[in-house]
């Protein structure tokens, strides 16, 4: 009866019933309550649901008088604002994914050693849902360099022209001979999608249309690799493979997704472009965007 209670307890109760002869300190947040969009299911997408976070943190003692500084303690807001950053990062399914990310970050700190994460769906149900992760810190880990070995591609929107076109393969010659990496665009096919009355339908059917175009590049060059996440996109960009982008599972996950409708092409492409901080946005026998997103910190010209 003791452990099925302290499984069901907080994680401050859990952190005590697996804790080493010698004592951490701990550091705890308890009932902290987020709306987020979140879950793998249909019913989830479009709407936001309330999370309920639990943590503990376990922290090494302080090796000098605290001298009621703040500077020398875990700070509690490291926790909330790790939750924070990883739920606007991007549009997640699943909460171990939540939860293995928040872990991640907050062991990055210097005196985090062990944490256990809670976190629960309170809208799914008559009960709350959720997940409970134990991780503990790395031996040697350290504090990411954000600037350090981020490549900036060079993005190309092609027309379906020049797609089509006896050239292609020169052209992607051309393009991929920047030091940049490279990644491909495309828009909606010549032959219009299906149309269907509701709105979100319509985007969802739309993406794949152009997920389809852009097969239908990587059959005219091998060399091609159609890739949709931007884990596998980052991989591809330090590996040299040339990629092209099927764009539904970012779009949809985007906790700030895309203004542009499907069938705005290189609005999408720009979109895409200021995600992954390119170097350049081309517009190959595509007509760059309006003048309204002159602001862009990408370059955009005319291939």
């Known amino acids: 009866m003791n452990e099925i209670h302290d499984a069901f307890a907080h994680p401050e109760a859990r952190a005590r019933a697996t804790g080493e002869r010698v004592l951490p300190d701990r550091i705890s947040l308890r009932d902290h309550v987020v709306e987020a969009e979140i879950g793998a299911f249909q019913a989830e997408r479009g709407r936001k649901q309330r999370l309920n976070f639990n943590i503990v943190v376990e922290v090494t003692a302080p090796g000098e008088p605290l001298d009621d500084d703040v500077d020398r303690i875990l700070s509690y807001d490291k926790v909330t604002e ?20 928040i872990a991640a970050r907050v062991l990055l700190e210097p005196r985090a050693l062990r944490i256990f994460v809670r976190v629960e769906k309170l809208d799914r149900g008559p009960g709350a849902l959720g997940v409970e992760i134990v991780r503990r810190r790395a031996a040697r880990a350290t504090l990411p360099d954000d600037d350090a ?8 929107l092609v027309s379906n022209a020049v797609l089509a076109s006896a050239d292609l393969t020169a052209r992607v010659d051309d393009w991929a001979a920047s030091d940049a990496p ?3 665009c495309v828009g909606l096919p010549d032959a219009l999608p299906l149309q269907v009355g509701t709105k979100m339908v319509q985007r969802r059917i739309d993406l794949l249309a152009i997920e389809q175009n852009a097969w239908r590049l990587a059959d005219r060059d091998r060399r091609c690799v159609v890739v949709n996440t931007r884990t596998e996109l980052d991989w591809a960009m330090r590996q040299g493979q040339i990629s092209v982008w099927a764009p539904s599972k970012m779009v949809l996950d985007a906790m700030d997704g895309p203004k542009a ?3 705005e092409a290189a609005a999408l492409a720009l979109w895409f472009a200021e995600t992954l901080e390119a170097r350049e946005l081309l517009c190959v026998g595509v007509a760059p965007p309006p003048q309204t997103q002159a602001i862009s910190p990408v370059p955009v010209r005319r291939g």
């Open 82 to 101: 790790a939750i924070a950053l990883e739920l606007q990062d991007e549009r997640l399914n699943l909460l171990e994914t939540l939860a293995e990310r």
């Open 149 to 156: 070995d981020v490549p900036h591609p060079r993005v190309v």
């Open 182 to 184: 490279l990644i491909l």
């Open 261 to 263: 409708a499907p069938s």
